[in-house]
């Protein structure tokens, strides 16, 4: 699969997370399903609904196949039909099993997508901020060196607090194992940005 990381895509991503509630990528993505495969997008298309649609559509069959075995586990206790009901019984819980395997085939893809969607942002935002990044180390070494003459000084030593937990934060956005983690450091990233820029 291949998927095309855009400049408006990440500012959506940031945008999406700084705003009052928390985004998720699972509640954003669209499945395609047929017998033979699962497609994944951001996009929907005519033939394509949320992924978490599909999975909570598959749960209520799941559990209302579930409650049909219990049902007709009432009758073949008391010993009515037994031999039908077992049948019967026995094509259920098959079923069950069956949309229980979608379910976790559309969760596997899911996940698969968002691990590929990450590793892509992760890669993209790593070769974007290349430079800025070694802007940060270039200036925190003679920081460093001013230290050690000016200790007294409370300016230098939150400059090299601050640079420091940049590029602590920068080294985490680009090994964040999920989503979640990386907005979070998104978050931190910006929030240092801002306070190097007012310094």
Known sequence: MKY??????LLLIIGLFI??????????????ITSQSIRV??????????CTEYIQSLEYLIKAEYKDVQKIQVYIDKKKDI??????QNF?????YDLQAIRLWVIENMKLFEDNFLKK?????????????????KKIAPLQQLWTWYQFSPYIQRQITLITSQINTLNTI??????PTFLKWIKDYLYFKKLLEWN
């Open 4 to 9: 095309s990381i855009k400049i408006a895509l």
């Open 174 to 179: 680009y090994t964040a194992p999920d989503i």
């Open 41 to 50: 997008s951001t996009q929907k298309s005519d033939d394509s609904n949320k």
């Open 83 to 88: 031999e039908y009901r077992q049948t019967l």
């Open 19 to 32: 705003s009052k509630s928390f985004w998720y990528l699972e509640e954003n993505l669209y499945c395609t």
């Open 121 to 137: 942002t992760q890669e993209y935002l790593q070769k974007k901020l290349e430079k800025y990044y070694t802007s940060l180390t």
């Open 92 to 96: 259920k819980k098959e079923k069950i």
